[in-house]
């Protein structure tokens, strides 16, 4: 056999196992599983990793704390106003911490909705008002308002020119008034001398239900002196609804003008 006819068939052998092999091995599949390793931690590891852990979780939790005694409700800055005679900041972070009383509700709208008034905590109410009477000597407040708006018989209209949030128009036969603009034509000033019940401002203008629910709120119940004014206002009435119409200074004449 010569040396071709030999290299021939050895190269033909080798072929043939070579396809024998790629036809019946299975083909190589391959997972892409991370491989997972175990490691041994200390014990001295495993506690300092729990003691960063705790020190994280306690750093990162809310406390739970009182409404009454949070940020949002602290009276501080409100108190801090008044003292250096800031009315106009004063008067919005009273607003601003109606709204944080009012509920989670309100302070995510941004307002207070007038049924959200009766879940302001007496106390907190009546601390806000307390801090704007001993720093107006006695002039500002809910519970001067109160007391403005019901010897005006409850009648809003009366009440706010009481209290000047109307003005009177200028160059008019017939006396008329105005809602102020605000918050320009608001008085801001102690020196300025604005009317009793000026402060703190609630936004009636866009409906009275909200302050005739801060106004009759049980924080305010129980006022002996607010009582005692009310009594003799009623009884000043009724005394005088019980004179002789002939003694009450009125000259009736007839008037056929309707």
Sequence with gaps: MSTNTFNS?????????R?????????????????????TT???TATSLST???????????PTTNPSTSHSTSLDLLRHHLEAKNLRQADEETRRL????????AVKRGYVFFSEVQFIPAEELRAIDALWRQHSDGRFGYSVQRKIWKKSK???TNFFKKVGWMKKLE??????????????????????????GHLPLTNALRGTQLLNCILTHPAFDGDEDEDQDEDENQNQERERDM??????????QTNYSF
């Excluded at 068939?9 to 196992?17: A, G, M």
């Excluded at 109606?98 to 509700?105: D, P, Q, V, W």
């Excluded at 036969?173 to 009793?196: A, D, H, I, K, L």
């Design 9 to 17: 068939i050895h190269q033909h052998y080798h072929r043939s196992l």
């Design 52 to 62: 960063s852990f705790a020190a994280t979780s306690a750093a990162t939790s809310t």
């Design 243 to 252: 004179k002789p119409l002939s003694k009450r200074g009125t000259a009736f």
């Design 98 to 105: 109606i709204i944080a009383m009012a509920g989670e509700a």
């Design 154 to 156: 409850k009648d809003f």
């Design 19 to 39: 396809r024998r092999h790629s036809i019946d091995c299975p083909p190589t599949t391959f997972s892409l599983r991370p491989r997972t390793t175990t490691t």
């Design 171 to 196: 160059g008019s036969e017939v006396e008329q008034y105005n809602y102020r603009s605000f918050p320009t034509e608001f008085v801001w000033e102690m020196e300025e001398g604005p009317p009793e």
């Design 42 to 44: 200390s014990p001295t």
